[in-house]
Nanobody
Framework: QVQLVESGGGLVQAGGSLRLSCAAS????????MGWFRQAPGKERIFVAT????????YYADSVKGRFTISRDNAKNTVYLQMNSLKPEDTAVYYC???????????????WGQGTQVTVSS
C-alpha cells in the first residue's frame, strides 16, 4: 500500500506560479513512476505530467509543456509539480498518483492522493 498526500495548492493570479508537492509513504517510493493529473469541475480527470521511477524521463501534456515541470526527490519520498505562467484554464483539483509505469493513461496508476485545489484567477 502507498499513501500519497498532496499539498501546495491555492489561489493565484494568471501568470503566477505554484509548486505542488506529493509526499509518499508505504512501499519503496523509488520503485514507482509518479504522475500528476487534474480534474476541472464537470470534466474528466486528465493527464498532466509523469516521471519515471529513476527520475530520468518525463512526459507532459501538450497544454502544460514548457510551463510545468515535474521532478522527484527519492530521498524525501516526494514528487513535485512546478507550475509557471498559470492560466485560468489550469484551474482544477490536482492529483498525484503512483504506478509501475510512467504512462499518460489513468488506469495503470494504482494509488492516488486526495487532491489539492488550484485556482487561477484572470
Amino acid at each position: 500500500q502507498v499513501q500519497l498526500v498532496e499539498s501546495g495548492g491555492g489561489l493565484v493570479q494568471a501568470g503566477g506560479s505554484l509548486r505542488l508537492s506529493c509526499a509518499a509513504s508505504g512501499r519503496t517510493f523509488s520503485d514507482y513512476a509518479m504522475g500528476w493529473f487534474r480534474q476541472a469541475p464537470g470534466k474528466e480527470r486528465i493527464f498532466v505530467a509523469t516521471i519515471t521511477a529513476s527520475g530520468k524521463t518525463t512526459y507532459y501534456a501538450d497544454s502544460v509543456k514548457g510551463r510545468f515541470t515535474i521532478s522527484r526527490d527519492n530521498a524525501k519520498n516526494t514528487v513535485y509539480l512546478q507550475m509557471n505562467s498559470l492560466k485560468p484554464e489550469d484551474t482544477a483539483v490536482y492529483y498525484c498518483a503512483s504506478g509501475l509505469q510512467a504512462t499518460t493513461s489513468l488506469s495503470p496508476y494504482t494509488f492516488w492522493g486526495q487532491g489539492t485545489q488550484v485556482t487561477v484567477s484572470s
